[in-house]
């Protein structure tokens, strides 16, 4: 039997890993499924990760983001979410195949639902985070003991699922991929963003002009970066 954990480098599958690793020592595999669209710093943060559990990661691939955007010919959407498909689910089931029976640990807390495991009946599914009783503010308390610092962002770049407020933090502190976007959204002839979403462009050469003007997204300030680091989310009359 495999013991093997799902770390995505988010908060709840990092307290998970680095938790399981002091109270319940086992020849734990990590394993995270990249799509080669995630920020340097996530990138950073999962070779972190590899030190502190002592063990690499086993990231499982099946391409990459830009590439299969290439390939495919489309951008990913929300009527076409083939990205998570492909780079995520079909690599992480080829991988039980060959790694079961297996049980997976999963980063999901008490106090969100129950999911059922998807990966058939040889994969079983444990929920540590859910077994010791933890909730959010636990795995934001665990982490700041530890001293762990969770990116701002742990998915892809160019998800057409974020905010007006993710976009422009990319336009502003990452130029270069946005422009890259930009370049995928003119050799498509279609748009990240949705055009029904909101009353702003959709497509990011002008979304990027109107950030130009001065536009500032409801509920994002300059100001306020400071205090978007996780060791700051620790308590919660802070966070209200």
Sequence with gaps: MKHIVGLSGGKDSTAMALRLAEIEPRDYAYICTPTGNEPVQMQE????????????????????????????????????????????????????????????????????????????????????????????????????????????????????????????????????????AVAWEKQIGHTFRSPQRDTQPAALVDLAAKFDTGYIPRGDTDQMNLFEAPEFRKCRVCSL
């Design 45 to 180: 943060h999962w070779r972190k990760l590899e030190v502190l559990l002592g063990k690499p990661l086993e990231r499982l691939t099946n391409g990459t983001l830009e590439g299969l955007i290439e390939s495919q010919h489309a951008l990913p959407s929300h009527r076409m979410r083939w990205c998570t498909r492909v780079l995520k689910i079909e690599p992480t089931i080829a991988y039980f195949k060959q790694n079961a029976p297996a049980v997976l640990y999963v980063g999901l807390r008490a106090d969100e639902e129950t999911r059922e495991g998807i990966y058939g009946d040889t994969v079983q599914s444990d929920f540590p985070l859910r077994r010791w009783g933890w909730v959010e503010q636990d795995v934001w308390d665990y982490l700041h003991c530890r001293g762990i610092t969770i990116p701002y962002r742990t998915d892809c770049e160019w998800c057409y699922d974020q905010t007006l407020r993710e976009w422009r933090k990319l336009y502003r502190d990452h130029r270069e991929s946005y422009m890259r």
